[in-house]
């Protein structure tokens, strides 16, 4: 088995500020993508990155930029924080199974609040 | 382009009772897999069902989900609730159209109540 590991679980910003969510997989998948988790919303794809150095733009990846410098890691920025913001950032990874992505499997989140 | 739909945000159900999630979708697509998902409290998702096969039951941890394409539906069910279970269920489907292709419902709060 693997794990998907994010840091930090919680994160607390200020308006306006750039804030960056760091995630690792060790399961060697080429597939990793970040979502956002909103009460009631589902989750919201934001970027998405099929292997080293690629990057691919989900629904809601307005306002937030991503870096895959590596096979096992992918990093979700957020350009300039929202007052009042609160939500989950989940990332997730997966095989690709050539006729669909397979299983995801995800990390347990990053918390951000922005005072 | 594709949608899960999951009507209940919010279900409470006493312990030892059947609890009934439902889960519909759309898709044009012909090869698709579907999903529940649980999250625990503070804890990642996790797969609880897979499933791409038309009209079989498939079964995890005491849940269970039967494909109905003619319907497009896959409700997730357990016989009896347990208190454990209290969670958040996403339903979501893989259409094989490429990387982008998972499509989650906004997901059914489940509390189990003694």
């Known amino acids: 088995g693997g794990i998907i590991t994010q840091t930090p679980k919680f994160l607390i910003g200020q308006e306006g500020q750039k804030l960056t969510l760091k995630c690792q997989q060790n399961?060697?998948?080429?597939?990793m993508y970040w979502y956002r988790q909103d009460s009631g919303k589902g989750l919201r794809l934001i970027y998405y990155?099929?292997?080293?150095?690629d990057l691919q733009k989900g629904d809601l990846s307005e306002g937030y930029d991503a870096s895959r410098e590596k096979k096992s890691s992918f990093s979700l920025t957020v350009t300039s924080a929202q007052k009042n913001e609160m939500a989950v950032f989940l990332c997730?990874?997966?095989?690709w199974g050539g006729g669909g992505a397979e299983t995801l499997y995800f990390g347990s989140g990053t918390r951000l609040t922005v005072l | 382009g594709d949608s899960v739909t999951q009507t209940e945000g919010l279900v409470t159900v006493t312990e030892g009772l059947p609890v009934k999630l439902n889960c519909t979708y759309q898709?044009?697509?012909?090869?698709?897999?579907f999903f529940w998902y649980v999250q625990y409290l503070n804890e990642a998702p996790q797969v609880l069902l897979k499933?791409?096969?038309?009209?079989k039951r498939t079964e995890h941890q005491g849940f269970h989900a039967t494909l109905h394409k003619s319907s497009s539906s896959f409700h997730l069910q357990k016989s009896s609730a347990q208190l454990s279970d209290s969670a958040l269920y996403y339903c979501a489907l893989s259409d094989g159209s490429g990387y982008q292709n998972f499509y989650f419902g906004k997901g059914t709060s489940l509390t189990v109540i003694p």
């Open positions: 997730a990874s997966s095989i």
């Open positions: 990155s099929i292997t080293e150095n």
């Open positions: 898709t044009t697509y012909l090869t698709i897999a």
């Open positions: 399961f060697n998948h080429d597939t």
């Open positions: 499933s791409s096969t038309d009209n």
